[in-house]
C-alpha cells in the first residue's frame, strides 16, 4: 500500500511541474489518501471464496490469505461436516470415506509388525494422519512438512478427529515443500507418510519417480513409506501409473483399500506379515474412526510385489522429464473414471502371499469376499444407484454378519435419506 501511495505522488509530481500545479497534485493525493484509509477501516475486507463455496449453505469457520495459499475451513450447514478449501480446491474433508484413508495411513505401519520411533510426514493438512502415527506410543518424534504451515491454526475446527494434535511435544511443524526438505537434509527416517493433496491439484511431483527415490534415500533399513493415492479424478492409465512409478522404486510395493481410495505401501525389505502378530496389534488399535477387525484389516490389501503387473502392464512411469501429472487431458475430471480405476481394481486383484499364519483362513476368505462386495457396492454409488448400493451392502453383510463396518454403513446411507 506505502509504495503504491508513492508512486502515485511520484507520478502526479511529474505531471504537475508548476507550484500551483503541484499543489494541486498534494491535494489530490491527499485526497486519495483520505479515501483509501476510509476504505481500510470502514469497510469489509473481501473474502475471496472458491466458486463451489456457497455461504447459503456452508457457514464460514476460518480463512486466511497465506504466502502459499488462501486457506478455508467451512461447515456445511445441513450435514455438519466441515471442509477445509486450499487454493480454492476442497482438499480435505471430514467424511468417513476421507477420514478412514487417512487413518490407515497412520495405523498400517504398526500393525503389520513395524515399530517407528523417528517419522516424517509429507502433508498436514487437518492433521489426522499425524496425530494418528502419534496414537502409538513408540513414536519418538515426528516432522511434518508442509507447504501452507498456517493449516495448523485451521486444525482447531478438526480437534475431535485430530485430538488437539499440534500441542502435542513430540510434534514438528515445518512451513516448507516436502520434496525441498527431503532434498535438503541427511536425516533417515523409520517411517515416512505422504499425504499430498491430489496431483491434478498441482503436487505432481510428489508422485514422481524422483520424489518416490528421495524418499528411500530418507528411509531406515526396516522403514516403511506410506503414500496416498486417490481413485477419482485420474484416468486408468495415469492410476495405474502412478503404482507403477512408485513399485519402480519400491520393488516390494504393496496396495490397500481405503474405502474410495488406496493406499500404496513400500519397504525395502520384502513385506511378509505373522498374522497372529498383525491380530494382536490390530486389537490395540483403539480408534472410534477405524474398526479394527484383523480380518476386514487384512482383506484390504488387494496387491503384493507379484500381482502389481496385472493392473501396471500397459502403464508409464511418471518422471520428472516425463511428467504426464502435469499435464491433464479435461476427461480426467469426469466422474465416472472414480468407477472405471475400482472396477480395474476388482478385475486383477488377487489373494496375496503376504500373511502367514493365518489362524481361520476360511474367515479370510469370507471378508476377502466382503471387501469386494463393498467395492461393487461403491461402485453402483458412485455411478447413482443408491438402491444397488444398499442392496450390494446387504449381500456382504449376509457373508459377514459380524462386519461392524458393513452395519455402520447401512445406517450412515439411511441416516443420508433421513430414514
Known amino acids: 500500500m506505502l509504495i503504491s501511495l508513492t508512486a502515485m505522488l511520484f507520478s502526479l509530481t511529474i505531471m504537475f511541474r508548476s507550484k500551483q500545479s503541484a499543489n494541486k497534485a498534494v491535494l489530490i493525493f491527499g485526497s486519495a489518501c483520505a479515501v483509501i484509509v476510509f476504505a481500510m477501516l ?17 457457514e464460514i469457520l476460518f480463512y486466511r490469505e497465506a504466502v502459499e495459499a488462501t486457506l478455508v475451513v467451512g461447515k456445511d450447514k445441513k450435514t455438519g461436516l466441515n471442509y477445509t478449501y486450499f487454493n480454492n480446491n476442497s482438499v480435505i474433508g471430514s467424511s468417513y470415506d476421507a477420514i478412514k484413508a487417512v487413518k490407515l495411513l497412520g495405523h498400517i505401519p504398526f ?16 492433521g489426522v494422519t499425524t496425530s494418528t502415527v502419534l496414537q502409538h506410543r513408540e513414536v519418538r518424534s515426528v516432522e511434518c512438512v508442509e507447504l501452507a504451515e498456517e493449516l495448523k491454526e485451521a486444525a482447531g475446527f478438526y480437534k475431535e478427529l485430530n485430538n488437539d494434535v499440534v500441542n502435542d511435544p513430540r510434534l514438528l511443524i515445518i512451513g ?19 499425504d499430498p493433496t491430489h496431483p ?87 480408534d472410534q474412526y ?25 502403464s ?30 476388482l478385475k486383477n486383484m488377487k489373494n496375496t502371499d503376504v500373511f502367514y499364519n493365518v489362524d481361520d483362513p476360511q474367515m479370510l476368505e469370507r471378508f476377502r469376499a466382503t471387501t469386494r462386495l463393498v ?29 461392524q463396518e458393513i452395519s455402520f ?7 443420508k435419506r433421513g430414514e
Not at 470502514?42 to 456452508?58: A, G, H, L, N, Y
Open 200 to 286: 491434478v491439484l498441482g503436487s505432481g511431483g510428489l508422485y514422481s519417480k524422483e520424489y518416490f527415490q528421495l524418499c528411500y534415500d530418507h528411509l531406515s533399513d526396516d522403514g516403511m513409506v506410506t503414500q496416498y493415492l486417490p481413485l477419482h479424478k485420474l484416468l486408468p492409465k495415469d492410476y495405474e501409473g502412478i503404482i507403477k512409478t512408485f513399485n519402480s522404486v519400491f520393488e516390494n510395493t504393496t496396495v490397500w483399500l481405503g474405502h474410495t481410495h488406496t493406499l500404496l505401501v513400500g519397504t525395502k525389505k520384502p513385506l511378509k506379515i505373522d498374522f497372529a502378530d498383525f491380530k494382536a496389534k490390530a486389537a490395540l488399535v483403539q
Open 375 to 403: 467395492l461393487q457396492a461403491l461402485i453402483q454409488s458412485m455411478s447413482g444407484n443408491p438402491q444397488g448400493y444398499i442392496a450390494k451392502l446387504y449381500e456382504a453383510l449376509n457373508i459377514t454378519p459380524e462386519n
Open 290 to 314: 477405524l474398526y479394527n477387525n484383523p480380518y476386514s484389516l487384512a482383506s484390504f490389501l488387494v496387491f503384493d510385489k507379484n500381482s502389481l503387473s496385472r493392473i501396471t502392464g500397459g
Open 42 to 58: 470502514f469497510t469489509k475486507p473481501v473474502k475471496i471464496m472458491p466458486p463451489s463455496f456457497s455461504q447459503d449453505e456452508r
Open 111 to 126: 500393525i503389520t509388525g513395524k515399530a517407528p520411533e523417528n517419522v516424517l510426514i509429507v502433508g498436514f493438512g487437518i
Open 316 to 345: 508409464e512411469i511418471c518422471s520428472d522429464d516425463r511428467s504426464y501429472l502435469d499435464f491433464f487431458a479435461m476427461n480426467s475430471f469426469l466422474p465416472e473414471n472414480w468407477a472405471y480405476n475400482a472396477e480395474s481394481i
Open 176 to 194: 516448507d515443500d516436502g520434496r525441498h526438505y527431503l532434498q535438503m537434509t541427511d536425516k533417515k527416517y523409520d517411517l515416512i507418510s505422504s
Open 409 to 415: 454403513l447401512i445406517k450412515l446411507e439411511g441416516m
